[in-house]
T-cell receptor
Framework: DARVTQTPRDKVTEMGQEVTMRCQPI?????VFWYRQTMMQGLELLAY????????DSGMPKDRFSAEMPDATLATLKIQPSEPRDSAVYFC???????????FGPGTRLLVL | GENVEQHPSTLSVQEGDSAVIKCTYS??????FPWYKQELGKRPQLIID?????GEKKDQRIAVTLNKTAKHFSLHITETQPEDSAVYFC??????????FGAGTRLTVKP
């Protein structure tokens, strides 16, 4: 049963520190998404990639957030410097194409103090 | 781009009753509409989806209907059970573009 994996599952850090979240998409999926979920905002799309190329990162605060896919098996989301308002659950999801089922990872729960 | 609106934001029903969640979309080219269920502390998971060439789809107690003319689609859950309590998200997507999610509906099924 193939699944999207994410690390770390939980992260507590202090304001100003760098945070790196990692995602391993399902093997063979060519589209990877990053979402942020807070109680108030629901599922907010931050960025997504197709065949490792960034297609849309308009939902991401550019000054502090960056997303990359170094290879087909790894996607990263970095926050530098982190701020308390970044506290949320960050989900990665993968799919085969844009109109197919997205499979979500377990999420990274981030708390910035 | 696509914009998906979802109503209601919260829904409370008695066990055994039906629940209906409605979504509207803005992009007439959208042709894929999935529904996800997210239990507390868990990841969203697909429960049913519909494509624009189909008007209705059923899977046991869950059904989804699509009205392309009005650009809205709905999730119907019959004979609700306490384990149906969760947040439900609708979404819409067009080939070549990203999928947009609704804001979610928190469904509570009271025993």
């Amino acid at each position: 049963d193939a699944r999207v994996t994410q690390t770390p599952r939980d992260k507590v850090t202090e304001m100003g520190q760098e945070v790196t979240m990692r995602c391993q998409p399902i093997l063979g999926h060519n589209t990877v998404f990053w979402y942020r979920q807070t109680m108030m905002q629901g599922l907010e799309l931050l960025a997504y990639f197709r065949n490792r190329a960034p297609l849309d990162d308009s939902g991401m605060p550019k000054d502090r957030f960056s997303a990359e896919m170094p290879d087909a098996t790894l996607a990263t989301l970095k926050i530098q410097p982190s701020e308390p308002r970044d506290s949320a659950v960050y989900f990665c999801a993968s799919s085969w194409g844009s109109i197919e089922t997205q499979y979500f990872g377990p999420g990274t729960r981030l708390l910035v103090l | 781009g696509e914009n998906v609106e979802q109503h209601p934001s919260t829904l409370s029903v008695q066990e055994g009753d039906s629940a209906v969640i409605k979504c509207t979309y803005s992009d007439s080219a959208s042709n894929y509409f999935p529904w996800y269920k997210q239990e507390l502390g868990k990841r969203p998971q697909l429960i049913i989806d519909i494509r624009s060439n189909v008007g209705e789809k059923k899977d046991q107690r869950i059904a989804v209907t699509l009205n392309k003319t009005a650009k809205h689609f709905s999730l119907h859950i019959t004979e609700t059970q306490p384990e149906d309590s969760a947040v439900y998200f609708c979404a819409g997507a067009t080939r070549g573009n990203d999928m947009r999610f609704g804001a979610g509906t928190r469904l509570t099924v009271k025993p």
